[in-house]
C-alpha cells in the first residue's frame, strides 16, 4: 500500500490558491493510480506546526534517556513529523512565493524536521524520497528574466530537501497566477493561463509516473 505525505501551506483556499489546485491535480491521479493507498495530509495554513523552541531545538541534540520532561514533550511533535516523512513513498508539497521565499508555515515544518543524525547528516532516514515540490508564483522568476535573482523557493528547497534530505526533487512552476488580478500584468494573462494549465498537465503526469515507478520497485 503507497503512502504519499501530501503538504500544502497556501494561506488561500483552493479557489484562490494556484498551489493547492496544482496539489490538488496531483493527489487526485495519485489516489486514481492508489485506491487502496494511504494519504498523510498537512494543512499548514488551518494547522501550522508552531515554530521551533529552546526545548524541541535542544531535544534534537541530545538521546531521548536523557530528554527532561519538557524536552520530551517538544519532541514528540518533531519526532511525529518525521516520522511522517520517513514512512511515505512520495512526497508532494505545495510551496507558493510569498515575499520571495517559502511560507513561513513551511518553514517551521522543515525546522522541525531536520534532525541531525537522523533525517540529516551520515543518516538520512528519508534519502531518495520521489517529492515533487508545486512552486507556483505571482511574477515571473525564471532563467533571464528581470527578477531572477529574487527567486529564494526553489533554491532554498533545493539544498533543504534535496541536499540536506536527500530527496529526488522534481519542481512544477506555475507563473504569473497575479495576472488577472492585477491590472499592471494584463498582457501576461494568456501566457499565465498557459503556465497554469501546463502545471496541472505536470501534475498529472508525474503522479502517474511515480505510481508505475514505485510498482516498479
Do not use: C
Not at 519532541?75 to 516523512?85: I, K
Not at 531518495?128 to 527567486?151: D, I, L, N, Q
Amino acid at each position: 500500500m503507497a503512502t504519499l505525505l501530501h503538504i500544502d501551506s497556501s494561506l488561500f483556499p483552493l479557489e484562490g490558491s494556484t498551489s493547492r489546485q496544482v496539489t490538488a491535480t496531483f493527489r487526485k491521479e495519485w489516489e486514481a493510480q492508489h485506491p487502496e493507498g494511504k494519504v498523510i495530509y498537512r494543512d499548514l495554513a488551518a494547522e501550522p506546526v508552531p515554530h521551533l523552541e529552546l526545548h524541541g531545538t535542544l531535544a534534537g541534540f541530545a538521546p531521548a534517556a536523557e530528554h527532561t520532561p519538557e524536552q520530551a514533550a517538544a519532541f514528540a511533535l518533531r519526532d511525529q513529523l518525521a516520522r511522517e516523512l520517513e514512512e511515505a513513498d512520495a512526497v508532494l508539497i505545495g510551496a507558493p512565493m510569498y515575499n520571495f521565499t517559502i511560507p513561513s508555515t513551511l518553514k517551521a515544518w522543515l525546522d522541525h524536521v531536520i534532525l541531525m543524525g537522523r533525517t540529516v547528516g551520515e543518516q538520512r532516514s528519508a534519502a531518495g524520497k520521489p517529492t515533487v515540490v508545486v512552486a507556483s508564483r505571482g511574477g515571473g522568476y525564471g532563467p533571464g528574466t528581470p527578477r531572477e535573482s529574487f527567486e529564494f523557493v526553489t533554491t532554498y528547497l533545493d539544498k533543504v530537501l534535496a541536499e540536506s534530505f536527500g530527496l529526488k526533487v522534481d519542481y512544477i512552476v506555475p507563473e504569473l497566477t497575479l495576472a488577472r488580478s492585477n491590472p499592471a500584468m494584463a498582457d501576461l494573462v494568456e501566457l499565465a493561463d498557459a503556465s497554469k494549465a501546463k502545471a496541472h498537465e505536470e501534475a498529472a503526469a508525474k503522479a502517474k509516473e511515480l505510481a508505475v515507478r514505485l510498482a516498479a520497485k
